[in-house]
Structure formats: structure tokens, C-alpha cells
Nanobody, 127 residues
Framework: QAQLVESGGGAVQAGGSLRLSCAASGRTLSSYFMGWFRQSPGKGREFVATIRRSTGVTYYSDSVKGRFTISSADAKNTVYLQMNSLNPEDTAVYYC????????????????????WGQGTQVTVSS
């Protein structure tokens, strides 16, 4: 059974840092991309970052580029999201997702490319 479990969320003051972890098991172990999305109250889920597991190539949304870093530790079947210089606009539930199919024409910043999702972890940034 495919499973993704996030951890590392919490409350932090503006300017602080957090590192989220996503542990993969089951079918997600063979995923092509692992991504992070977030959802704030009253808003839709938005793309944050993704990593192509075979090459390590990463992609970021403009809102987090330069502040967040996505990485993977394949030996641990874990993907991380290091978040620095946090601001209140980063407050959201953060979700880990796995894309278990691949297409060269697919846009992996889109939710629909990801078949498996974690339960989410809350990040709250106070000013």
C-alpha cells in the first residue's frame, strides 16, 4: 500500500526556519517525482517544490525560490523541505505527494500528476 507520512511542522516566528520530512513506503518508493504542496485557509492547494528522483533536478514556485530547498535521501526513502526566512504568508498545511507515472510532457507543478498524498502537516508563522 502506498503511503506518505509528513513530519516536522510546527509554529515559528517570522524569519525562522523549519524542515519538513516525508517518509515514503509501498508503491511511492518507485515514484518519479516527489513534491510539496500547501494549502492556506480559504485557498486552493498550491505548488511549492518538486524533485525528480532519478536526476535530483528540482523545481520551485516563485514564492519560495531562494528560501526553500527540496532534497531527497533515497537510502532513507525520505524527501525533505528545508524552509528558511519564513514569513506569515507561508502559513499553511503542507502536503507531500508522489507521482508514480511519468510523461515528458507533464507539468509536475500540477496536483493532477500526483497520485499519492500524505495527510499534511501544519506550519504556522507568526509576525
Amino acid at each position: 500500500q502506498a503511503q506518505l507520512v509528513e513530519s516536522g511542522g510546527g509554529a515559528v516566528q517570522a524569519g525562522g526556519s523549519l524542515r519538513l520530512s516525508c517518509a515514503a513506503s509501498g508503491r511511492t518508493l518507485s515514484s518519479y517525482f516527489m513534491g510539496w504542496f500547501r494549502q492556506s485557509p480559504g485557498k486552493g492547494r498550491e505548488f511549492v517544490a518538486t524533485i525528480r528522483r532519478s536526476t535530483g533536478v528540482t523545481y520551485y514556485s516563485d514564492s519560495v525560490k531562494g528560501r526553500f530547498t527540496i532534497s531527497s535521501a533515497d537510502a532513507k526513502n525520505t524527501v525533505y523541505l528545508q524552509m528558511n526566512s519564513l514569513n506569515p504568508e507561508d502559513t499553511a498545511v503542507y502536503y507531500c505527494a508522489a507521482a508514480t507515472s511519468y510523461s515528458a510532457f507533464a507539468d509536475y507543478s500540477r496536483e493532477r500528476q500526483y497520485a499519492n498524498w500524505g495527510q499534511g502537516t501544519q506550519v504556522t508563522v507568526s509576525s
